[in-house]
């Protein structure tokens, strides 16, 4: 993200509550979009794996929006809201969290989605809302399989979260298919699993994008043939890109971006940047790494690095022109996609931050199976 927000952005700051992540979230009151310097003019709240749309109503003065109805237990919700201020320009925030299970059961919060298409990066990540003593028996419960027959091994990063890969990149148009057997499984002593799923899933292309700090270029290889090679500019000196495999894991066409979520404060406490509606944005990192369009760099693509982390791409000012480098590569591209860099002056991306468990060697990877 580069230092300098477009000076003719939003000042609506929309607020959503739980924050992004949150887990064991309460049914009732928890849930809540709140603006301020502006109106909220729509809120989407959606059941991750139903696709069912929560209704909510947003308030006369159009400061708050709030659920009609308690929201169900052991579920992920995704949330969208769109406000703008008096000037009538748009911003817009996105949110994820979950609702709290019973305390005598836990749930598996998995990526990615029953049914979906993904590049040949994505892993299956599986979070539990509880932690996990009895490794092994969780681990055993769980089957992934993939029509190219590869072998797929789990890794415990930790005791609320199991990834499932193979050895290399999934097969180009490969099929994946999960199965949860979770319920009646004790993950720590009274508590009991209550899953059981079957989740499908198609590995499409094989998209590779390699990212060169160096040269400020990203080329775009797609089933082993080059689509393009894009100016770029990424993270400066002093907040350098992370080197490594980093798998595209959301896709927003508009999100806000704000410095002091992110660890980026300026004395008085505010972030140091803040801009409300970044175009064509793809998260590479939990913590904060996004490959997104740029409208406000002017002659920094292609010869300079300037941001906090991001890669930026050229792009125009409300997603609207599909010309764009930033466009073009949003249009072309899928969550599981692969992000490499190189040459950057930072470290490798570390395997847990994010879907980026390609940066462990496979003995690494199997050594933290807990039934390997």
Not at 48 to 58: C, F, L, R, Y
Not at 130 to 136: D, F, G, I, T
Not at 348 to 363: A, C, F, I, Q
Request: glycine letters at 10%; hydrophobic letters at 30%; one cysteine or more.
């Amino acid at each position: 993200m580069d230092e300098a927000a477009a000076k003719d952005a939003s000042d609506a700051k929309i607020m959503i509550l739980p924050e992004d992540g949150a887990t064991d979230t309460g049914l009732n009151s928890d849930a809540s979009v709140t603006v301020s310097d502006g109106k909220l003019t729509d809120v989407t709240m959606t059941s991750v794996e139903t696709k069912q749309t929560v209704s909510g109503t947003i308030a006369a003065d159009g400061s708050s929006w709030t659920p009609d109805q308690p929201l169900s237990r052991s579920t992920a919700y995704k949330v969208t809201a769109h406000a703008v201020d008096s000037q009538g320009r748009k911003a817009v925030e996105n949110s994820g969290f979950t609702t709290v299970a019973p305390a005598n059961s836990f749930i598996g919060n998995f990526t990615p989605e029953d049914g979906s298409t993904v590049g040949v990066g994505m892993p299956v990540s599986i979070n539990f809302d509880k932690p996990v003593k009895n490794k092994a028996d969780v681990e055993s419960a769980i089957h992934v399989t993939s029509s190219s027959n590869q072998q797929v091994v789990g890794h415990w990063f930790n005791d609320k979260r199991l990834d499932f890969r193979p050895q290399e990149y999934w097969k180009a148009d490969s099929d994946v298919t999960m199965k949860l057997g979770l319920d009646g499984v004790e993950a720590s002593p009274g508590v009991k699993g209550i899953q059981n799923k079957t989740v499908n899933f198609h590995v499409g292309h094989s998209q590779i994008s390699t990212v060169d700090t160096e040269t400020h270029e990203m080329t775009v290889v797609r089933d082993g043939r080059t689509l393009r090679t894009i100016p770029i500019s990424a993270g400066s000196d002093e907040n350098a890109t992370y080197n490594g495999k980093m798998v595209i894991s959301e896709r927003f066409k508009q999100t806000r971006m704000n410095g002091s979520t992110v660890g980026f404060k300026k004395h008085n406490g505010k972030g140091e940047y803040d801009i409300p509606d970044v175009p064509h944005a793809m998260r590479l990192t939990s913590s904060g790494t996004f490959i997104h369009g740029n409208y406000w760099g002017k002659g920094i693509f292609g010869k300079t690095n300037t941001s906090h982390g991001c890669i930026g791409l050229e792009d125009a000012k409300g997603a609207k022109d599909p010309k764009t480098d930033g466009a073009w590569f949003f249009d072309h591209s899928r969550t599981g996609d692969v992000v490499e860099v190189v040459n950057s002056p930072d470290d490798t991306v570390k395997p847990d931050n994010g879907l980026n468990g390609w940066n462990m060697d496979w003995s690494q990877w199997v050594a933290g199976s807990a039934v390997q």
